[in-house]
Nanobody, 124 residues
């Protein structure tokens, strides 16, 4: 399956962005999905995850209450709504798919398929 992340851009602190992750070559409906981010000079880190049904979601403490992950299996797409953005949210954001589990996991090496990343820049 191929993943295509989009929706990144430049936004002022306090603003919002909505990232999308569209899949092709397969269906996401049976995959747990995750969003990760990587800032310059830092390791890739977990941001949010969602189960295949959408019934279970997990968030990193740093984004809890500001970000919301959701999915539309009919459209083969996963979303990350990001509100109240902060400069420290600046990073390349990646979506990833895990075909081996129903519930999303938090480790980079537990995901098999990755999108190409979309840049999010938050100015102060």
């Amino acid at each position: 399956v191929q993943l295509q992340a989009s929706g990144g851009g430049l936004v002022q602190a306090g603003g919002s962005l909505r990232l999308s992750c569209a899949a092709s070559g397969g269906t996401l409906s049976r995959y747990a999905m995750g969003w990760f981010r990587q800032a310059p000079g830092k390791e890739r880190e977990f941001v949010a995850g969602i189960s295949w049904s959408g019934g279970t979601t997990y968030y990193a403490d740093s984004v809890k209450g500001r970000f919301t992950v959701s999915r539309d299996n009919a459209k083969n797409t996963v979303y990350l709504q990001m509100n109240s953005l902060k400069p420290e949210d600046t990073a390349v954001y990646y979506c990833a798919a895990d075909p081996t589990t129903v519930v999303p996991r938090r480790r980079v090496n537990e995901y098999e398929y990755w999108g190409q990343g979309t840049q999010v820049t938050v100015s102060s």
